[in-house]
C-alpha cells in the first residue's frame, strides 16, 4: 500500500487494481489518469481523487468500488462523495459471499454436467424427446441437465418493432432525395426511377424478471441455465432476478462459460430460496432500472408462480406502471401446466388484471411454444385493460388470455397454448 | 495534417476552482467534482460525458460553458434515427434537381456533375457547424441525449469525436481548426456504448446538496426571501427521498420556488401546507405521486424539514 498521496503515483498499480475489481480500465484510461495528474496539484489529495475519478470511472455502478480502492490504495478514509446510495459490492474481492445458490448449485449439480461429451450428447437427443413433456419439477438431476443443454439451442425469436432509421426499400416508403438526385446525375439529369427508403426493422428489447424464491426452488436453477442462454444469443437482453429483493445479473450472465456465469450470478443474488415481494421487487424495477431497460419497445417477460407475501395493492400498482411502459407482459408461470391450476394465488390475481399473455414454463415444449411465440406477439392496441374476474374460468389451465376484448382483437388469440 | 488545434480562450480555466468560480459568475453552480470533470476535459481536450436523472442541470452546464468562454453554443438534440443528413450535412436537393434539369441538355459531362455538389448546394447541420474550419474559435457542441440516439448514430459520433473531421465524398475531407468543446448528456433511459465513453471524461450529477441547491434559487428567484428559501429547498430535497416516480429536479425547484415568491406570505417565511399541496404539480408530474404525496404526508414532510 503506498502512503499519502505524493507526485511519484502508481498509476499503473492502481489502474491493475481496479480492472482487478471488475472495473473497464485500460491502458488508455491509465494514460488519461497520468495526463490529467499533470494538470492538477498532485499534492492535494482531493484533487488527485477526483482526477482519477474523473479518467477512470465510466459507469455510476463503479463508484462505490472505485471510492473504496482509492481510499486503500492511497490511504485515507474513503472519500466523501455527496449522498448518492450505497452499492452492491458487486466487484470487492474483500466481500465477495457465497450465497445459499451456489451452495445449491454445487449440491445438485452433476459433474457430467460441466464438460458434454460427444457420445452423451446423442444419447441426449432421444432422451430429449421423453422429456419434452415431463414437468421440470418432476425431473432427476440427470433429466435437468439435459434438458438445460437442450436450453442452450433455444432461440427466442423476439418481435420486431419498426425502428425509426431509414433503410432502402425496394418498394414503397419515403422518397429518397439524396439517393433520387445522384441518380439523376448520373442520367444526365433524367429522373427515371423514384427511389425510397422504409423504416428498418429491429428486435424488441428482451427484460426478463425472474422469480427466485423458496416457492420456485424447484425450477430456479434451470431458470438460470435459461437466463443465460437467452442472453447470450440475443444482444438486448436484461435479466433480472427477484425475491425479497431485485438483483441485476446481466452483466454476471454475459460471461460466456455457464458455470462461470452462474457461479459469478450466484454471488450476487442474497435472497435465494426465502420470502417473495414481488410487488417490492417490481417497485424497485420501475424507480431503478425501468427508464434505462423499458425503451424501445420492451418485451418483458416475468417468470413467477405469484406466491407473494406482500401487499397484492402494491403488486397491482407496480404491474400497472409496469404495463404502461412495457411494449407487452408475457407471465411465464410454471403451475400453469399443473392440471386444475386456477390462479386463485393473491399475487397471481393482482397482477393479471395487467398482463397480456399468461403461459405456462414447466416443460420443454412449453420452452419451445414460448420461444416460437414471442416472434409473433400480435401488436398491442389501447391500454384499457378488463380487470380478471376473481373466480377461475374454464380455458385458463390452457393458459387462455385474461381479457376477452383482447382475445377478440387480436389476430393472433394471444396466451393459448400451441397443442400438438 | 496537424491536430486540431488548442481551444484558445481557455483563460477561465486555469484551476478547477477559478472555473467553478467562472461558472457561478455566469449563474452556473457546480461543485468540486464536476469542477474537476469539466477543467480536466478542458486541458486534456476530451469531450465530457454528463449522466444524471432530468432535471439536474446537464444542458445548462454546455450553456453556462459557452458563456465563460464568450463562444457559440451549437447544439445536436438526439433522437432514435438520427442520421448524417439531421446531425452533420445535407445536400439541398430540390436546389439540386433544378440545377440538373437546368443543365438538362448539355449535362452528362462532369463539370455538370461537381457544379452540383458544391458549397451552395451543402445545409450545414450542428455538427458540421461545430468542426467548420471557418470558426474563430472553438464553439461549445451539445449532443443532447444521446442515449435517444441508435448505435448507428453512435459509430459515426466515434469516429467524428476521435478525428474531429467529416469527410464529404463529393467536397473532401472538412477538419475542425480549434476542437470543440463537446459536452455529451444522457439520462440513462439506455446504456450507452462502452467505445463512446472511452473517448470521454465521464461524470455523474447527482441532486445538488441543500447548500448547493439553496445557492441555486438564491440567483434564480432572487424575490424569495432567505427563510423561505431555505424552507423550499428543504422540502423538495426531502421530497427526493421518498418513493416517487419521478423525482422534482433542480428545474422544478426552481419554478416552485418562483411560485412560492408569488402566493406565499413572504413575512412569514413559513410555507402552509395547503399552499404545498394546492402547487404539488410544480415539482411532481404524475398523478400517482400527487395523489401520495397530497396532505398527511406533506405536512409530515413540511415538519421534518423545517
Known amino acids: 500500500m503506498t502512503g499519502a498521496a505524493g507526485p511519484g503515483h502508481d498509476v499503473v498499480g492502481f489502474a491493475r487494481a481496479l480492472r482487478d475489481a471488475g472495473l473497464p480500465v485500460g491502458t488508455p484510461e491509465a494514460a488519461a489518469f497520468a495526463e490529467a495528474l499533470g494538470w492538477i496539484d498532485p499534492l492535494v489529495r482531493r484533487e488527485v481523487y477526483l482526477a482519477a475519478r474523473a479518467t477512470l470511472v465510466r459507469r455510476r455502478e463503479d463508484l462505490a468500488v472505485f471510492d473504496e480502492l482509492f481510499a486503500r490504495f492511497f490511504g485515507g478514509p474513503a472519500p466523501a462523495r455527496g449522498r448518492a446510495a450505497p452499492l452492491a459490492p458487486r466487484h470487492d474481492p474483500a466481500k465477495v459471499f457465497r450465497t445459499a445458490l451456489v451452495a445449491y448449485m454445487a449440491e445438485r449439480a452433476e459433474p457430467a454436467a460441466r464438460e458434454l461429451e460427444v457420445s452423451e450428447h446423442e444419447k441426449a437427443a432421444s432422451e430429449l424427446e421423453l422429456l419434452q413433456r415431463k414437468d421440470f419439477a418432476d425431473c432427476t438431476p440427470a433429466e435437468l441437465d439435459a434438458i438445460a443443454r437442450a436450453m442452450r439451442e433455444l432461440r427466442l425469436d423476439v418481435t420486431l418493432r419498426r425502428s425509426r432509421r431509414l433503410v432502402r426499400a425496394r418498394r414503397g416508403g419515403r422518397l429518397d432525395l439524396p439517393r433520387i438526385v445522384r441518380d439523376a446525375a448520373r442520367r444526365g439529369g433524367a429522373v427515371l426511377a423514384l427511389a425510397t427508403r422504409r423504416p428498418k426493422l429491429r428486435r424488441r428489447p428482451l427484460v426478463v424478471l425472474a422469480d427466485i424464491s423458496g416457492s420456485m426452488e424447484l425450477y430456479s436453477r434451470l431458470l438460470l441455465q435459461f437466463l443465460h442462454g437467452v442472453t447470450q444469443r440475443h444482444a438486448r437482453t436484461e435479466p433480472f432476478v427477484f425475491g425479497t429483493r431485485l438483483t441485476r445479473i446481466t452483466p454476471q450472465l454475459q460471461i460466456r462459460r455457464v458455470d462461470a456465469a452462474l457461479d459469478h450470478a450466484g454471488r450476487e443474488i442474497a435472497d435465494f430460496a ?30 413467477s408462480d405469484g406466491w407473494d407475501t406482500g401487499d397484492p395493492a402494491r403488486l397491482s400498482a407496480a404491474m400497472h406502471r409496469l404495463a404502461r411502459r412495457a411494449h407487452r407482459i408475457v407471465w411465464l408461470n410454471p403451475l400453469l401446466g399443473r392440471a386444475g391450476y386456477a390462479p386463485d394465488v393473491r399475487g397471481m390475481a393482482a397482477a393479471l388484471a395487467h398482463i397480456d399473455d399468461f403461459l405456462p414454463i414447466h416443460d420443454l415444449r412449453s420452452l419451445h411454444d414460448l420461444a416460437h411465440r414471442l416472434g409473433r406477439l400480435p401488436r398491442r392496441k389501447g391500454a384499457v385493460r378488463a380487470p380478471w374476474p376473481h373466480k377461475p374460468r ?19 388469440p394471444a396466451g393459448r397454448r400451441g397443442e400438438p | 495534417m496537424s491536430e486540431p488545434a488548442a481551444s484558445p480562450a481557455i483563460s477561465p480555466a486555469t484551476t478547477p476552482q477559478a472555473l467553478a468560480e467562472a461558472l457561478a459568475a455566469h449563474g452556473y453552480i457546480v461543485d468540486d467534482a464536476l469542477a474537476m470533470t469539466v477543467y480536466l476535459a478542458l486541458r486534456m481536450q476530451r469531450p465530457l460525458f454528463l449522466e444524471g436523472a432530468p432535471g439536474v442541470g446537464m444542458t445548462l452546464l454546455a450553456s453556462g460553458l459557452a458563456e465563460v468562454f464568450d463562444t457559440r453554443l451549437i447544439r445536436l438534440s438526439c433522437y432514435e434515427g438520427l442520421d448524417l443528413a439531421q446531425a452533420a450535412y445535407e445536400w439541398n436537393y430540390p436546389r439540386q434537381l433544378l440545377a440538373l434539369q437546368a443543365h438538362g441538355r448539355s449535362a452528362a459531362d462532369d463539370a455538370a456533375i461537381d457544379d452540383l455538389y458544391r458549397d451552395a448546394f451543402l445545409m450545414r447541420r450542428p455538427l458540421l457547424q461545430a468542426i467548420d474550419a471557418a470558426a474563430e474559435r472553438a464553439p461549445v457542441l451539445l449532443i443532447d441525449e444521446i442515449d435517444r440516439a441508435d448505435d448507428e448514430f453512435e459509430s459515426f459520433l466515434l469516429e467524428l469525436l476521435g478525428e474531429f473531421q467529416i469527410t464529404i465524398p463529393e467536397l473532401g475531407t472538412i477538419r475542425a481548426r480549434h476542437r470543440p468543446i463537446v459536452v455529451l448528456t444522457s439520462n440513462r433511459t439506455r446504456d450507452v456504448h462502452d467505445a463512446l465513453k472511452r ?42 427521498r421518498e418513493d416517487l416516480s419521478k423525482l422534482p429536479g433542480v428545474a422544478e425547484t426552481v419554478d416552485w420556488a418562483e411560485a412560492m415568491s408569488h402566493v406565499a406570505d413572504a413575512g412569514a417565511g413559513a410555507l402552509e401546507p395547503a399552499t404545498v399541496d394546492a402547487t404539488l404539480g410544480l415539482l411532481l408530474k404524475y398523478h400517482d405521486d400527487i395523489e401520495r404525496v397530497r396532505g398527511p404526508l406533506v405536512e409530515q414532510l413540511l415538519a421534518e424539514s423545517a
Open chain 2, 199 to 240: 473517448r470521454c471524461l465521464y461524470h455523474w450529477i447527482d441532486y445538488p446538496s441543500l447548500a448547493t441547491e439553496v445557492e441555486i434559487v438564491r440567483r434564480k428567484v432572487p424575490g424569495l426571501g432567505e427563510q423561505l428559501r431555505r424552507r423550499v429547498v428543504a422540502f423538495v430535497q426531502r421530497l427526493r
Open chain 1, 274 to 303: 426465502g420470502g417473495t415481494r414481488i410487488g417490492e421487487c417490481l417497485h424497485a424495477f420501475d424507480r431503478l432500472h425501468a427508464r434505462r431497460v423499458l425503451g424501445r419497445g420492451a418485451v418483458v417477460l416475468i417468470i
Open chain 1, 394 to 412: 374454464a380455458g385458463l389451465a390452457d393458459g387462455a388470455p385474461r381479457s376477452d376484448t383482447r382475445a377478440a382483437r387480436s389476430p393472433h
